[in-house]
């Protein structure tokens, strides 16, 4: 193989391992779309999770699963009811 050859091959090698390292959505891959709900029925609630803010997504989750099949929801961790749920699954927690 030639000079020229190799020198290209190498470039070319360089531009995919760097290419690679580059993230693909500047916000991640959150599991929320948009803000999320203000309030669930407690009634509904069958679990709460939280999904703080990592490399992947860089805000805070709170996702309810609902009792019944009905799915899950995804609260605006800036509303009254995503805070208290925040509160009392840090209590459980520690």
């Not at 860089?58 to 996702?63: F, G, P, S």
Request: include cysteine; charged fraction near 20%.
């Amino acid at each position: 193989m030639s000079m020229k050859g190799m020198a290209i091959a190498l470039a070319l090698l360089l531009c995919a391992t760097i290419l690679q390292g580059f993230p693909m959505f500047k916000a991640g891959r959150c599991l929320c779309i948009g803000p999320g709900v203000k309030a669930v029925k407690v009634a509904d609630i069958e679990k709460a999770s939280i999904i703080y803010p990592s490399y992947n997504c860089d805000k805070l989750e709170v996702i309810i699963i609902l009792k019944a099949n009905k799915g899950q929801r995804c609260l605006n961790p800036k509303s009254k009811q995503a805070n208290l749920i925040i509160k009392k699954l840090q209590r459980m927690n520690f």
